[in-house]
């Protein structure tokens, strides 16, 4: 008799989400945190001393399903509303979007603007169905298997042969020329193509990633616009851990796991339990790593394990994170020149040149002389974030190296954290006077603290040989994986990062099966 | 009036190939090229005497075998001979030569990597194994996956077979090797930079991709599936240049019949009863046809030739769109000499090999930062060939001529139009980078053919002078070749077609353009097929 | 490159016994292996063939490649690499080994020495240092030396070797049990023997630095003088390992990694070396995809055949029947046997007509004529050559 039905290692909201699933259908389940919070990257800490805040700063995508099937509301989590996307200007000139509509462009833009994001949502109507769904192997066919990729294929002709074959051009170009084809204003360009291009090694003139990336994040309910849940994201995360116990599991924080037990005999390999930093066994019919998939086959499993080729797959799996993470501390709220309100999600990239010639600095290892970034101010959702009348501003910061050239040190740390600071004050001239304390985390510091291979916020980047049945690997793009009794539910698998939720569902489901 | 059966806008190679098809099949046929000598960008001409330049593409691996044989194109004068080794360069002067035997060029490797000594193996056979599903698709008609029709369906097929007996892991390795970057595909297999940058050339030739850029490692693939005598991978020269491809190709179709009229620049396509009747020549004459068929690139052929309202609504706005940017320079230079290198064993062998001037990968992405910026780098990419080293129909005896091709070259520039002065200027950075490699370069140089993408656009014709007829990613790959729903060679007029590189499977001197849409023409027309579809790819 | 040479990046590199080979090789037969200018046959290959089934003649090992892996993690790494148990290896043994892909694939097959605790040589056909690193990604503990060019290998075949050995001065060499190590000191430095080969035969390698090579060679020569010792080549080589059963990449299997065509690779099942894989090991690598190969059994099986007549049957298809028309395999390599006087072949069946009668479609030129035959063929469970001799521990002394 093992000590537990099911192991889950990492309470991030993938691991939670599992965990609820499984305990929910009976199952005793234990869920193992190596940092003494629950919720991974979305985890809400305190940076300075009153203000607290959390990696992830908004959600888009956040599977409304799983909120129901949860019971998430019932245990104080309330969907937020969609924000507004702000590009700002310099000269208080902004383009914001919200839902449909678009305001600071010109007439054709605004037109090209509805056309546009009804034609995008309805490419993401196609992709939406299987977000929450394993899509199965390609040549080792079940029934089920050819039902799913008929109604895949089904759906990519009911859009009609027009919009298909649109489609299927659209789907490689490259965000720039599709900005290009459609639209005059640079800022508006930047916007829209800034979900395609946000943590990924692409920029505006990288073909082939970027536009599956966009459409995945409309999956989301308002149409991959983001938005923070009415408590912030902490009301997310405690909702999720909420839904854990009142099921039935456990939760145990500060309990690193060293490795996963596995055992061998004549039929091969199986997980039976895992070895924490003490040496103590704890034993399970099921394993399930919501930890990245390098840390989970590289660390946790040892490639002792694995076969080599799979080993090796796993290792050049692209999942070195390219987005730094700026934390304010404000004395007061900051005034963007020409905004009413700060409680929209502003992104400073002027134009796609600005962020290509970041990319390119940053492509060899470099930091972008002109950051671009996206900013949100979380304490106008939730101001329990910082003392009274005081705010926080957290900002995601592209095309900032995981590896730079010369190492992170702390000059090089002072040296980005200023550039980003001065390219916020061009916009929101007061701020320096407002700072009280601030902190950078490179995609280097976010790997470490965060227990994240590379500091990748999807553990492994979108891009179209990683995605669906390729995520992580073929090996173990079905939540199982080549140990038996090993199963993934991280956002290495498919549908991804971003706060969805999806894997941990989907490996539930084939856990359950 | 004579009404001709078919009229061909373009005598390129594959204008050419089309007509001698057409012709083949007993069609009345016309070309009507602009300039007063054919072969388009596949061209040799004298422009200083006694050199004979390929003044725009210079080296040939694409051309299918299966049309050299069934033209009968050595009968015209075609021989095409495969070319030895190429030496690399490096940023620090070191050099890698690329030997013709096998074990010789091991060794080079194992000299700078054991390890990816062992690995070129690998790669080699990866390469070949891409390269294999590609070569099949190349004298086929691409299927609309859109369509219904049976013979779409049957093609698609065909296709899904192919790619389903790969295997789940093949498969996988096939997603990624099409999508992902040639740097980064390369870096899977090597870790000296200077096997990787040589590799990596050919990810960036004639695109405007840059080594980190997805998709180039496509592009790589495009330039080593050619063959020569089966050999999968070498380059070959074309006795007397490159003409000798056009002008045997024009003596096959002249003999089947076909007329090839020069000075005879088409401005409009003539359109009746919304169906292609014509052409309308730039000195106003008129000559009628049942079918009119376009080598011109898609951009030219449907914002300048066909007149905008005898198209169907967004067909304009397709071309506009289509991506064909310029990227590439090209430096023809006449010698008095062959140049020496320096670090390069001055042997027989190498010396009629070519050169390959590629610093490094980082080397190689600045450059194409440069062409995003608008402006050409001090240190581009250049590769260089010396036909004349066994061609001896192309230069005097004991002088040479060198064709070195510049990666990259922007068809705009950022500090306004090109100029006399900025193409010189172009030029001697070409000249200057070669002199630091060959000290005393200069001193041989006899006379200097500079053309800047400005130059390829205005002599042959191809807008924003991208060599490929429009750049080679996936939304312009297969069936979204020249755009979707018009990949099968028939355009948005009726009785219209193109067969030109802008159409599947794209640039480089392959024929199959013009061949597969001489395919589908007689299939319209209810004749017999005289085309080749298979290749000896197979055997 | 020397400025006196221009040709010198074209040009095969010399093994360290080359001076005393070239000056052997009267006929100037020489191929490459590796890079490696390599004798095919230095007189004339059946001669030199039965200098190794009659007396004594040494190979060149030296273009076959060596690594070694040495480190805390190296047995393990090993021991998952390859099929086989490495943990049982007791020092100063060799075992023959073969590795896979994870598809159970063939990547390649040669030997392990085990040199020390920590410490091992891998010696291999092909150069593999691309596959060693994909290997050791993971072990910390480990370090992996291309030893190809710095130590120099003699392989010492027939069965005279043993006194020729002790005449050269080695103790106790007759006590070295097949697949033992020995070492002894040898000029500056120190000389390994094993007790391995690829004959079938009694033999030995004889292993030094590579500035000792020379030295070795005068040392071997001149106590072998009596014995009628003779270097031989590719040729000779090819046909002692036929009559042995042994494989040979590029003849028997295609390396996976270096194979276009699917399934044009061969599993260790489909090759006969059931015993090379292990089931008890619970890892390593193909085990899963050869534990499925090895229920479903091999789609073909690598055989030995005896062919009636005595036209080499190499390149040519088998049929079950005799009109041919029911092809069920192809030869791999064959040859007349001298030794054995038999017209030999190994050859790949598919398993399901291995009970079956087995036809070989041979065609052979007899002065300018291309003539065809359908020769019998009868299946041999036992290699065509395998004396006691080889195994004898000590060996019979001369």
């Not at chain 2, 005898?310 to 071309?319: F, N, R, S, T, V």
């Not at chain 3, 005449?167 to 049990?177: A, N, P, Q, R």
């Amino acid at each position: 008799m093992t000590d537990y039905d099911a192991i889950v290692i990492g309470a991030g909201h993938n691991g939670l989400i599992c965990a609820a699933y499984l305990a929910r259908s009976g199952k005793r389940v234990l869920v193992l945190e190596a940092s003494d919070s629950v919720g991974g990257l979305a985890a809400t800490r305190e940076f300075h001393p009153g203000f607290r805040t959390s990696v992830a700063h908004a959600i888009s995508q956040f599977s409304a399903k799983i909120a129901r099937d949860l019971d998430l509301s019932t245990h104080g989590y309330t969907p937020g509303e969609a924000m507004a996307t702000v590009g700002l200007d310099e000269a208080g000139n902004h383009v914001i979007l919200k839902g449909s509509t678009v305001s600071g462009v010109g007439p054709d833009d605004t037109a090209e603007f509805i056309a546009f994001r009804r034609m995008m949502q309805r490419y993401s109507d196609v992709l939406k169905p299987f977000s929450l769904k394993t899509i199965p192997h390609i040549g080792k066919n079940s029934f089920s298997d050819i039902a799913t990729f008929a109604q895949m294929g089904l759906k990519l002709r009911l859009l009609g042969k027009e919009d298909m074959q649109e489609l299927l051009r659209i789907m490689a170009l490259p965000a720039r020329d599709l900005m290009d084809e459609k639209f005059d204003s640079g800022l508006l360009k930047s916007l829209l193509s800034w979900d395609g291009l946000i943590g990924s090694k692409q920029a505006p003139r990288s073909p082939n990633h970027t536009v599956l990336s966009m459409l995945y994040r409309m999956i989301g309910d308002h149409g991959g616009d983001p938005a923070i849940p009415a408590g912030g994201i902490d009301s997310l995360i405690s909702a999720l851990a909420e839904a854990v116990m009142a099921a039935g599991a456990e939760i145990r924080t500060s309990t690193p796991v060293e490795r996963i037990k596995i055992d061998g005999g004549e039929k091969g390999l199986s997980a039976t339990g895992v070895v924490l930093a003490d040496g103590k066994i704890i034993t399970a019919e099921k394993i399930i790593s919501a930890a990245d998939p390098k840390r989970t086959f590289l660390d946790l499993v040892g490639v002792d394990n694995l076969e080599i080729g799979f080993t090796n797959r796993i290792q050049r799996l692209h999942s070195d994170g390219y987005v730094a993470k700026l934390h304010l501390a404000l004395s007061g709220l900051p005034d963007f020149t020409g905004l009413e309100s700060p409680d929209g999600r502003m992104i400073i990239a002027p134009e796609l040149d600005v962020i290509e010639f970041a990319y390119d600095d940053a492509k060899y290892g470099g930091l972008p002389e002109h950051p671009v970034m996206e900013i949100v101010i979380p304490t106008l959702k939730n101001a329990s974030l910082a003392p009274d009348g005081q705010h926080v501003l957290s900002a995601h910061v592209m095309y900032v190296p995981h590896d730079l050239k010369g190492g992170w040190t702390a000059a090089a740390r002072d040296q980005l954290c200023e550039r980003v600071i001065d390219t916020i004050a061009r916009y929101a001239p007061g701020i320096r006077q407002q700072i009280l304390h601030q902190e950078l985390l490179t995609p280097y510091d976010i790997a470490q603290s965060y227990n994240v291979t590379g500091g990748h916020w999807h553990h492994v980047e979108f891009t179209l040989f990683q995605m669906m049945m390729m995520r992580p690997t073929y090996e173990a793009a079905q939540y199982t994986t080549p140990i038996s009794g090993l199963y993934l539910a991280s956002a290495g698998c498919h549908p991804g990062g971003g706060l969805m939720g999806g894997p941990g569902h989907n490996a539930a489901h084939e856990i359950l099966k | 009036m004579k009404t001709y059966d078919a009229i061909i806008m373009g005598a390129g190679h594959n204008g050419l190939t089309n007509a001698a098809y057409l012709a083949k099949a007993g069609l009345d046929v016309l070309v009507v090229e602009k300039n007063a000598y054919i072969g388009g960008a596949a061209v040799s001409r004298e422009l200083h005497t006694g050199f004979t330049y390929s003044n725009c593409s210079y080296v040939c691996s694409m051309m299918r075998q299966a049309i050299h044989r069934d033209l009968n194109l050595t009968r015209h004068g075609l021989v095409l001979v495969p070319y030895l080794g190429t030496v690399s360069f490096s940023d620090d002067g070191g050099t890698l030569v690329s030997y013709h035997t096998a074990e010789a060029e091991y060794n080079q490797l194992r000299a700078r990597s054991p390890h990816d000594a062992d690995a070129m193996f690998r790669f080699q056979t990866d390469l070949a194994r891409y390269a294999q599903l590609i070569r099949k698709t190349l004298l086929r008609t691409p299927p609309d996956p859109t369509s219904f029709k049976p013979r779409d369906i049957m093609e698609l097929l065909f296709l899904a077979k192919e790619f389903w007996a790969l295997g789940e892991q093949e498969i996988y390795e096939y997603v990624r090797f099409f999508t992902m970057s040639a740097a980064e595909f390369l870096d899977d297999y090597f870790e000296d930079d200077l096997i990787k940058a040589t590799m990596a050339g050919a990810g960036i030739i004639g695109t405007a991709l840059g080594v980190y850029s997805p998709g180039s490692a496509y592009i790589l693939l495009h330039h080593v599936m050619g063959d020569v005598d089966g050999n999968i991978g070498a380059w070959g020269l074309a006795r007397g240049g490159m003409g000798a491809i056009s002008n045997a190709i024009a003596g096959a179709a002249r003999e089947f019949g076909a007329e090839i009229r020069t000075n005879a620049g088409v401005d409009k396509m003539l359109v009746r009863d919304g169906k292609a009747a014509g052409v309308v020549l730039e000195n106003g004459e008129e000559i009628y046809s049942r079918i009119v068929v376009s080598n011109l690139d898609a951009k030219r052929t449907f914002t300048k030739i066909v007149d905008r309202k005898d198209l169907p609504p967004g067909i304009y706005e397709k071309a506009s769109n289509f991506k064909i940017r310029g990227s590439s320079g090209k430096v023809n230079i006449a010698l008095s000499g062959l140049p020496k290198f320096n670090n390069v064993p001055d042997n027989r062998y190498i010396n009629r090999g070519g050169q390959a001037f590629v610093g490094s990968l980082e080397t190689m992405e600045r450059a194409y930062d440069c062409w995003k910026r608008g402006r050409w780098s001090e240190d581009p990419f250049i590769e260089c060939v010396i036909p004349s080293a066994w061609d001896p129909t192309v230069a005097p005896p004991g002088q040479h001529w060198m064709s070195c091709f510049v990666q990259y070259c922007p068809p705009q520039l950022a500090d306004g139009p090109w100029t006399a002065k900025k193409r010189n200027q172009f030029g001697q950075t070409i000249v200057n980078k070669i002199e630091r490699y060959s000290p005393g370069f200069k001193d041989l140089i006899v006379h200097m053919e500079v053309r800047t993408p400005h130059e390829i656009e205005a002599e042959v014709g191809l807008t924003e002078g991208n060599i490929f007829q429009g750049e080679l990613t996936i939304d312009q790959l297969l069936f979204n070749r020249p755009f979707p729903g018009y990949a099968q060679y028939r355009m948005p007029v009726k009785n219209m077609y193109m067969c030109g590189s802008s159409t599947h499977p794209g640039g480089g001197v392959s024929s199959a353009c013009g061949a597969n849409a001489a395919r589908e023409i007689l299939y319209d027309l209810k004749r017999p097929n005289v085309v080749p579809q298979d290749d000896f790819y197979d055997e | 490159m020397t400025k006196s040479d221009p040709f010198a990046g074209e040009r095969l590199k010399h093994s360290p016994f080359h001076p005393r080979q070239a000056a052997l090789n009267l006929r100037n037969a020489w191929s490459s292996w590796n890079g490696t200018q390599f004798a095919d046959y230095y007189y004339d290959a059946e001669y030199e063939y039965f200098c190794i089934r009659n007396s004594c003649a040494t190979y060149d090992i030296c273009p076959m490649q060596k690594y070694e892996i040495s480190g805390t993690d190296a047995e393990a790494m090993l021991d998952r690499m390859v099929t086989r148990d490495v943990t049982k290896l007791k020092e100063n043994r060799v075992t023959y080994v073969c590795w896979c892909t994870d598809a159970g694939r063939m990547v390649d097959d040669g030997t392990i020495f085990k040199l020390g605790p920590d410490r091992f040589m891998l010696t291999c056909g092909s150069p593999s240092l691309a596959w060693l690193r994909k290997c050791t990604y993971g072990y910390k503990h480990l370090t992996v030396t291309d030893i190809s060019d710095t130590l120099a290998g003699l392989s010492f075949q027939g069965p005279t070797t043993c006194e020729v050995l002790k005449k050269m001065g080695l103790m106790d060499i007759e006590t070295l049990k097949p697949f033992g190590i020995m070492h002894f000191p040898f000029g500056s430095g120190s000389l390994m023997v094993s007790r391995t080969g690829f004959t079938g035969d009694l033999g030995y390698e004889l292993w030094v630095q590579t500035d000792l090579a020379l030295a070795l060679w005068d040392a071997l020569y001149d106590a072998g003088e009596d014995y009628g010792i003779q270097p031989y080549g590719e040729a000779a080589t090819n046909m002692a390992r036929l009559e042995a059963g042994f494989i040979m990449p590029g003849m028997e299997f295609n390396e996976a990694l270096k194979t276009v065509h699917f399934h044009h690779d061969q599993t260790p099942f489909e090759l006969g070396l059931d015993w090379l894989v292990d089931f008890k090991k619970a890892r390593f690598n193909g085990r899963s995809a050869l534990l499925i190969e090895r229920e479903r059994g091999p789609e073909y099986t690598l055989i030995k055949l005896d062919i009636e007549g005595n036209k080499p049957a190499e390149g040519s298809y088998l049929y079950r029947n005799k009109r041919c028309t029911k092809q069920i395999g192809y030869v791999t390599s064959a040859m007349w046997s001298p030794v054995v006087k038999a017209n030999i072949a190994l050859a790949m069946v598919k398993t399901k007509h291995l009970g079956e009668n087995i036809w070989a479609e041979i065609y052979y030129e007899k002065e300018l004529r291309q003539n065809s035959k359908v020769a019998k063929c009868t299946l041999q469970k036992k290699p065509f050559w395998a004396p006691p001799r080889a195994r004898a521990t000590p060996p019979q002394p001369f």
